[in-house]
């Protein structure tokens, strides 16, 4: 089992531009995550979806889209990318609500 | 509002001494605590959960317990391979379900 896999592992963005960060994972996994992590600050939930079809906001979610048509896939959109989204992004996943949940390796963006 | 706060920020060992690692929470609804290693440049490592006052989990050179109001990890003759940054987390219960609260862990250094 590959677990949870992130591309890309790096990705300089200009102001204005828009791109997609991809999760997969392999796990058969019910429950996805999106996370940001700024330096001194703890991890901050963005989107998370507990099925295909099924997304919801987690804490931090303006300026990010989200969408899962697959179970293994869930994808994190930014539109029009600002300075303030410079930040390692993480994509977790669980089997239920209630479990461990597992991370990626994580794609470290940076936006001038 | 949850909170968690991890003490210290920053650690430094020799190898050998032996130390802990503290992880305080103010929470309604505890679901459980987690502690996660992280490496540079890589996602959150899973290594324990915790669900009651009085819970030990153990692991290598780590021991990990619970009480109402915090937890510790406890580290028993560190090697320099430890050096990791190590994450707290509690999960809630909310109203759109279980939700995780991360502290900004504490930065661990072993050296020789």
């Known amino acids: 089992n590959a677990g949870v896999t992130q591309t890309p592992k790096f990705r300089i963005l200009k102001i204005g531009q828009s791109m997609t960060l991809q999760c997969t994972q392999d796990m058969n996994h019910n429950y996805m995550y999106w996370y940001r992590q700024d330096p001194g600050m703890g991890l901050k939930l963005i989107y998370y979806s507990v099925g295909a079809g099924i997304t919801d906001k987690g804490e931090v979610p303006n300026g990010y889209n989200v969408s899962r048509s697959t179970t293994e896939d869930f994808p994190l959109r930014l539109e029009l990318a600002a300075p303030s989204q410079t930040s390692v992004y993480f994509c977790a996943s669980s089997y239920s609500t209630g479990d461990t949940q597992y991370f990626g390796p994580g794609t470290r963006l940076t936006v001038l | 509002e949850d909170q968690v706060t991890q003490s210290p920020e920053a650690l430094r060992l020799q190898e050998g001494e032996s130390s802990s690692l503290n992880c305080s929470y103010t929470v309604s609804g505890l679901r459980g605590l987690f502690w996660y290693r992280q490496d540079p440049g890589k996602g959150p490592e899973f290594l324990f959960t915790?669900?009651?006052a009085g819970e030990e989990k153990e692991k290598e050179r780590l021991k990990a317990t619970l009480t109402k109001k915090e937890s510790f990890l406890h580290i028993t003759a560190p090697k320099p391979e430890d050096s990791a940054t190590y994450l707290c987390a509690v999960r809630v219960l909310t109203g759109g379900g279980n939700k995780l609260t991360f502290g900004t862990g504490t930065q661990l250094k072993v050296e020789l």
């Open positions: 915790l669900y009651s």
